[in-house]
């Protein structure tokens, strides 16, 4: 398992993030595999057209340091996502526009507009075997990670492992919720994508991550550190520790953690400095998917898992819409992959029996109108 580098940064100013950019790279190794001429893809997070200050995406000025340390090693850097929605120039111009990534093109950085996407056998994926992949990334010579740290409604945290589910095509992104609608399937799904991308290395920008309705109308958050690793599952686990959450809570981490790749707790994992020297003891999380603790502590038999089945259910938080912040766009319904959402009065009406709780709606309401509800069951035991 490798080295998480993690370094205290307290804000966005020039001087600070260069030298702590610098800092953690250095310590993972630095950018020894770069080669003159060599094509880098940089796979931020922007999954929405956001200010920097909202935290929605991963901050310009941290990309723009990584940006010039790889042109100074003669690389051509390509910087890109593939949100959910349109992947077209259009869409793409506006996010790159409102993130402030445009500017980066000033340092020789280049803006991903090759939307062209691929299909894709991977046989020695667990579920994922074939996918449709945005083809840019397969261009690359490498590809490295650079997330945001979130809280998430579905997956609990938003950050290296869940970052790559922007190599799927936004149009498509839907469909994967349908075709892996358990969350544990859709979490071997994020780490087949993840093994099929390889990024060399994972960069987690936690400046100001986001907390309470993320990953992208939540609330911005000072955690005061940046992250770089090779190993982007021990990163995360050290991630979702600096937030308040454990493996448990993460349903990417539990997948790594049914693999090998990750160690039972954070103490196990190699940092450059003390994890709980950055935990952020208020940080606000959706934790929904405190039912996998059952399943622990039942033991993997049939009777752990038929309870974790039930207790998963019961305690699974769902979207619930706020009435007075909807303005009836119709975009949830326009996401849901499981037609579960109509419009009466102008308001989104979800049928809970349709509902596969993937909270795409949540994830794209453009107004923040469409939170994550604890379940009753929770809110009892909290
Ligand atoms: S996307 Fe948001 S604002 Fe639009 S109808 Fe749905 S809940 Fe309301
Ligand atoms: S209502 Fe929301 S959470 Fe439920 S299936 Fe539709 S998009 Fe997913």
């Known amino acids: 398992m490798s080295l998480v580098a993690i370094e205290s940064c307290r804000s966005y100013s020039f001087e600070e993030t260069q030298l702590v950019m610098k800092k953690v790279?250095?310590?993972?190794?630095?950018?020894?595999?770069?080669?003159?001429?060599?094509?880098?893809?940089?796979?931020?997070?922007?999954?929405?057209?956001?200010?920097?200050?909202?935290?929605?995406?991963?901050?310009?000025?941290?990309?723009?340091?990584?940006?010039?340390?790889?042109?100074?090693?003669?690389?051509?850097?390509?910087?890109?996502?593939?949100?959910?929605?349109?992947?077209?120039?259009?869409?793409?111009?506006?996010?790159?526009?409102?993130?402030?990534?445009?500017?980066?093109?000033?340092?020789?950085?280049?803006?991903?507009?090759?939307?062209?996407?691929?299909?894709?056998?991977?046989?020695?994926?667990?579920?994922?075997?074939?996918?449709q992949y945005t083809a840019w990334l397969s261009k690359c010579d490498v590809v490295i990670n650079f997330c945001k740290l979130k809280s998430h409604g579905m997956m609990g945290m938003s950050c290296a492992a869940k970052n790559m589910f922007g190599t799927i095509p936004g149009i498509t992104k839907p469909q994967y919720h349908y075709r892996f609608p358990d969350i544990n399937q859709f979490s071997d799904m994020l780490l087949d994508l993840d093994a099929y991308s390889k990024p060399i290395i994972s960069i987690v920008d936690a400046v100001v991550g986001m907390e309470g309705n993320g990953p992208t109308a939540g609330k911005p958050k000072a955690i005061g550190a940046i992250l770089a690793s090779k190993d982007m599952h021990a990163m995360d686990l050290v991630c979702a520790n600096i937030i308040g959450l454990d493996r448990e809570g993460v349903p990417t981490l539990q997948a790594a953690y049914r693999r090998g790749l990750i160690p039972d707790s954070v103490e196990s994992i190699e940092t450059t400095n003390p994890v709980e020297n950055f935990v952020v003891p208020d940080f606000d999380t959706l934790k929904t998917h405190s039912s996998l603790l059952f399943s622990d502590t039942f033991g993997g038999g049939s009777f752990g898992k038929a309870f974790e089945k039930i207790a998963g259910k019961l305690l699974r938080a769902q979207p619930k819409v706020n009435k007075v912040e909807c303005v009836g766009c119709k975009k949830c319904k326009e996401i849901c992959p499981a037609s579960a959402i109509t419009m009466v009065d102008k308001l989104p009406v979800i049928d809970r029996e349709k509902c596969i709780k993937c909270f795409c709606c949540q994830e794209f309401c453009p107004k923040g109108a469409m939170k994550v509800s604890k379940s009753w069951l929770m809110k009892l035991i909290k």
């Open 25 to 131: 790279i250095e310590d993972i190794g630095g950018l020894d595999f770069v080669e003159p001429g060599m094509t880098v893809g940089v796979k931020l997070n922007l999954v929405a057209a956001a200010k920097p200050d909202k935290a929605t995406t991963t901050h310009p000025q941290l990309v723009a340091h990584l940006v010039t340390m790889l042109k100074e090693k003669g690389a051509r850097v390509i910087l890109g996502d593939s949100p959910g929605g349109l992947y077209n120039d259009a869409t793409m111009t506006h996010i790159y526009n409102q993130c402030g990534i445009t500017a980066l093109e000033e340092l020789g950085a280049e803006l991903n507009r090759d939307y062209s996407v691929e299909d894709v056998t991977f046989p020695e994926a667990t579920v994922l075997k074939s996918f």
